[in-house]
């Protein structure tokens, strides 16, 4: 993505179509795009919940200044189709001597749909360029002066039809002139989904109880309280001491399970009612 992007503040920028406010989201050509903003209103899709939203700071010199701040990354799943949008801002330090021209991201991969910037968030100074590499390579493009210590960037965004996301991206930022960049970060990104063989909701590769039965609650490994805590005796190994043991076993894995919200207060009672009713632990 560095050697792609060394010369980018000096290449013509030739915007190759433009996005109104109004403009619903369409595939992201590679060239320049110019982006105009666009608001929730505009796009409804953009509503969602937000999954993620950390801050990163950056400080780096290069060609006699300094940029320093924080980039705020936010992962978003739409409410209307479950999709997801990612997010960045970034918030410069009054400490800076520099000022950003460019946010150069990378690992979208195949997932890149769209991009623009919210009118209707915080933030003073928006991109106005979207410049596609391909393979998943987007440089967000800000005017002169750029994003500098009196002012922050308007939040811009990758709008995805991906469903799954890791920590896989990166991204480095470009102030003016060109030699001053800045290391690479990580940030969120688009992953394809990992297969789910039991349909419990937890990958395979992350499943430490295969074959767990439709329907049933399962915690963050893919286990339900039935394999967690068989009848036939801890998973450790062996038997189970006794009946009370085994009730015990239950009780505190179904109030585990109530504390992460993956079963109510009835259904832990029942859980805990029916291993009192078996014969688990009396033989």
Known sequence: MKLR?????????????ALGCGASAAPLPVGDTSITGTTVAAQPELAGVILED??????????????KGVVQSRVVRSSVDGTLDFYWRILPDASSTGDLLAFRMGGFDDFVYDANWRIDGLGDVAPDIARNFGGGFVNFLFPDPGVGPTNTS??????????????????????????????????FAPVIASPDSDGDGVPDAQDNCPNTPAGVAV????????QLVPCAGPVSGGTWKNH?????????????????GLITEEEKDALVSAAARSNCGKN
């Open 5 to 17: 992007a060394r010369s980018l503040i000096h290449v013509t920028r030739v915007v190759i179509l």
């Open 54 to 67: 950390i801050l990163t700071p950056y400080d780096s010199s290069g060609a006699g200044e300094t940029v």
């Open 154 to 187: 308007k939040f811009f965004f990758i709008d995805t039809k991906a469903t799954n996301y890791a920590k896989v991206g990166f991204y480095d930022l470009v102030c003016a002139p060109n030699g001053c960049i800045s290391g690479e970060f990580t940030t």
């Open 219 to 226: 915690d963050a490994h893919g286990c339900s309280i039935d």
């Open 244 to 260: 009370g043991a085994y009730v015990s076993a239950v009780a505190k894995t179904a109030e585990a399970f109530l504390a992460e």
